[in-house]
């Protein structure tokens, strides 16, 4: 048979569980402190302007390579690569980007909208067909670079797209890509890639 418990211990009992209650309300008081401030922290590195993705080829490698004296016509293989340094998904619609020998267009690729995941860096393949234009047929420094053995390109794009915070805060981004490289003809490589 079980002792009826005294008034005191009862009191004791019930001091416990009001105590075990607010050491509950306590905890989740600082739990919830903890994520506004951490929440606080984010918003404000990701509102930093220097938080911006870079949009680069990284690399290439190439299918058709015909070069002749004073022109050429390339099938090259471009890795491209999207560095995201936000606390938050970089979805991107999608662009064109322009391959450029001095001022004149010998190249487009197509980059689909999709995502880079946050702090990561996103690399794909597009397939790009170089193609000298009738234009510089008769260009005396195409001719030059040719028989130097190496060929000067230049890429420019514009990549727009919102980055996704905490799925409550969406902020507009854009990227510009402004790289140049040369296509070693000897070797079939592209290489000074900046």
Known sequence: MAMPWSDEEAQTAEVEKLRLKKRKRLTFFIIFMV???VIGIVIRFNNNESQKSRFRVTS??????????SSFNMTMNAELGIKNP???PYKYRNT???FYYGVTLVGTAIVPNSKASLLKTKKFN???NLIAPPSLL???KLASDISFGLLPLSSQ????GKVELILIMK???STQMGCTMNVNIMTQQLQDVM
Request: net charge positive.
């Open 35 to 37: 994520t506004q401030i």
């Open 60 to 69: 290439a490698t190439f299918e058709t390579f015909n070069v002749t004296t």
């Open 86 to 88: 936000n606390f938050g």
């Open 96 to 98: 064109t980007v322009e």
């Open 126 to 128: 597009v397939a790009v």
């Open 138 to 140: 008769s260009d005396t």
């Open 157 to 160: 794009s514009k990549l727009s």
């Open 171 to 173: 902020k507009k981004k």
